[in-house]
């Protein structure tokens, strides 16, 4: 009798062992384009790897075509909390607050059960609501010694941004209740400008000449006028603070020191050639791309940080780890730095997901996925309900490998920051070959149209090429349709 009661309660504990919520760990960065993320590819892979970011997509998956909603920080960040689009989670431009009170995921999760914490950049003014535990960078930040708004306290800490998020991060995770699961969204404030490396990384990159894009020097011709009226230039846009001819952080003076002794003679060098023309957008393209990337390599680091925690705490079997950013960016192409354009290096983000004994190792997924789609991920990897209000689908039978039939074939995308950058109102859809841009200003009121396998680089819009005529029809209705879907009044 002793054996059976014993052999019954072993096999009771292993049952509920196996139905055990798994843990979340969702890192999130800021503006991290697909190209500097070396499991994508592309000419940087080699020049500046990202070794912990490849492993998660060499043990999980890689999206490859992960699309956002609307391509700026606020209005990214509520998508990913509410799971519905801009117009209707109120978040439309990075100028309004976040409403807290409304509906969200970790909401939801905590009534699953859960323990929820958010560690890092926030950047949605509103006070953060649904977390067990905050620590939130002020507006954006700086890279050097911040401050975190920590549970309602401010609390100063010196050292690079980046570390000092996962450092907190770290302490949470060891500090938590251990009889729950964790919903834990680690957000970086890197790679967002204005880019200053950390003092470990101020000469990376620096013997090697970084190859430029081919349209480096575009001069926006086949397009709209939308393009051309653009504020987010290299050659002319970028200012002294992002080429660090002057530092946003509040440095010790022995960050100080070092920092200012990297930059101060190669600026005084640069000063003295007085460079004009081509050859002045090549140096801010130097000086910008090897910044940025030294950022990234920051991050890429501190990730591997996280999944050594996981590894040698016994966590990383029953934990989800998800990474993204909240949409992708601009490393010279076109000319430009900075994001908004439903063009694809902007609308493009990231997603990596491992998800040990789910996840076939070394996936990869050519679906049109989305950022919409996160919220529900989480509450339905967590067993949670998903409300039938949320926009998106779960990415789950997706990641086991399994694509519903009737998964989307085209995605909806609206900007509505009129003016930021030069970048005008717009919307538009996409089915991943094909792709309809509507420019409703006014002064514009026009489209534009690009056919992306025989244009990938979006050069020339086909809109008044007749070759294309039936095609753009389809995407007119198809655009019209998401726009009623989605409950889209303007």
Request: charged share 25%.
């Amino acid at each position: 009798m002793r054996i059976t009661i014993s052999l019954l309660t072993l096999l009771a504990l292993s049952i509920q062992a196996a139905v055990r919520q798994p843990n979340i760990l969702f890192i999130f960065t800021d503006d991290h384009a697909i190209k500097s993320l070396s499991a994508y590819g592309g000419p940087l892979a080699k020049i500046a790897p990202t070794p912990h970011l490849d492993r998660i997509a060499k043990e999980g998956i890689l999206f490859e075509h992960c699309l956002v909603s609307n391509s700026i920080c606020a209005p990214s960040r509520a998508v990913v909390l509410t799971g519905k689009y801009s117009h209707l989670n109120g978040q439309l431009t990075n100028k309004g607050s976040f409403d807290g009170s409304q509906q969200t995921a970790p909401k939801l999760l905590r009534k699953a059960g859960y323990q929820t914490a958010i560690v890092g950049k926030w950047h949605l003014k509103s006070t953060p609501t649904g977390f067990d535990h905050f620590e939130v960078l002020k507006g954006q930040g700086q890279y050097y010694n911040p401050m975190l708004i920590t549970n309602g306290r401010n609390v100063n800490h010196t050292g690079y941004t980046t570390d000092i998020i996962t450092d907190q991060a770290l302490k949470w995770l060891r500090q938590r209740d251990t009889q729950k699961p964790f919903f834990l969204m680690t957000q970086h404030k890197a790679p967002h400008g204005r880019w200053e490396p950390a003092l470990r990384h101020l000469n990376t990159f620096e013997k090697i000449n970084i190859p430029e894009p081919s349209t480096l020097f575009d001069y926006y011709s086949g397009r709209s006028a939308a393009p051309a009226s653009h504020k987010m230039g290299i050659a002319e846009d970028m200012g002294p603070s992002r080429l660090m001819f002057r530092y946003s952080s509040k440095f010790t003076p022995e960050q100080f020191k070092i920092f200012d002794d990297h930059f101060r003679p190669r600026n005084e060098v640069f000063e003295k050639l007085n460079l004009q023309g081509r050859d002045r957008t090549r140096w801010n393209y130097q000086r910008y791309i090897k910044n940025y990337l030294r950022c990234v390599k920051a991050v890429d680091e501190n990730v591997g940080r996280m999944l050594k925690f996981l590894d040698d705490s016994g966590l990383a079997k029953n934990t989800v780890v998800i990474y993204s950013s909240d949409q992708g960016f601009w490393l010279g192409e076109h000319g430009w730095f900075d994001k908004r354009w439903m063009y694809e290096e902007s609308l493009h983000t990231p997603l990596l997901v491992r998800w040990p004994g789910q996840i076939k190792p070394g996936s990869t997924n050519a679906n049109l996925v989305s950022n919409l789609d996160f919220a529900q991920t989480f509450l339905d990897i967590a067993g949670a309900v998903q409300p039938g209000d949320m926009q998106g689908r779960s990415l789950t039978p997706i990641l086991r490998g399994k694509t519903p039939a009737d998964w989307r074939r085209a995605h909806y995308y609206h900007y509505y920051e009129a003016g930021g950058h030069g970048v005008p109102i717009h919307y538009g859809v996409t089915d991943g070959r094909y792709k309809l841009i509507r420019f409703p200003d006014e002064k514009l009121n026009t489209w534009e149209f690009f056919d992306l396998k025989t244009d990938p680089m979006e050069m020339k819009s086909r809109y008044s090429d007749s070759k294309y005529a039936q095609r753009i029809g389809g995407l007119k209705k198809e655009l019209t349709r998401l726009r009623r879907q989605y409950k889209v009044t303007k």
